[in-house]
Nanobody, 126 residues
Framework: RVQLVESGGGSVQAGGSLRLTCAASGDTYSRYWMGWFRQAPGKEREGVAAIVTFGTTTYYADSVLGRFTISQDNAKNTLYLQMDSLKPEDTAMYYC???????????????????WGQGTQVTVSS
């Protein structure tokens, strides 16, 4: 019922910036909450940032707070992740995810989301 397509990944040097884009389609109710997640090789998938559709409530992982910004353009059904001051440890596959209901405090928990994109690779070199 929901389709998510990420783009915008690439290779950048430490200190640089990238903006990821997630184009969403399908049932708006099913993507009431949307988030960005990442998974590095050999590591578990982790939450980066989340936002409520048609609202302003956001959540960030401590590791990206102050460097990453999640935003949305509801007219375009598009989710963004602006990533500044990138570090080598930000290297990972980044995924967009959505779901209609997330318990309070669990917005950065991958297991709470049912709809996922295919991912876009971000590589930060030192």
């Amino acid at each position: 019922r929901v389709q998510l397509v990420e783009s915008g990944g690439g290779s950048v040097q430490a200190g640089g910036s990238l903006r990821l884009t997630c184009a969403a389609s399908g049932d708006t109710y099913s993507r009431y909450w949307m988030g960005w997640f990442r998974q590095a090789p050999g590591k578990e998938r982790e939450g980066v940032a989340a936002i409520v559709t048609f609202g302003t409530t956001t959540y960030y992982a401590d590791s990206v707070l102050g460097r990453f910004t999640i935003s949305q353009d509801n007219a375009k059904n598009t989710l963004y992740l602006q990533m500044d001051s990138l570090k080598p440890e930000d290297t990972a596959m980044y995924y967009c995810a959505a779901d209609n209901s997330i318990p309070f405090g669990l917005h950065l928990r991958p297991s709470q989301y049912n709809y996922w994109g295919q991912g876009t690779q971000v590589t930060v070199s030192s």
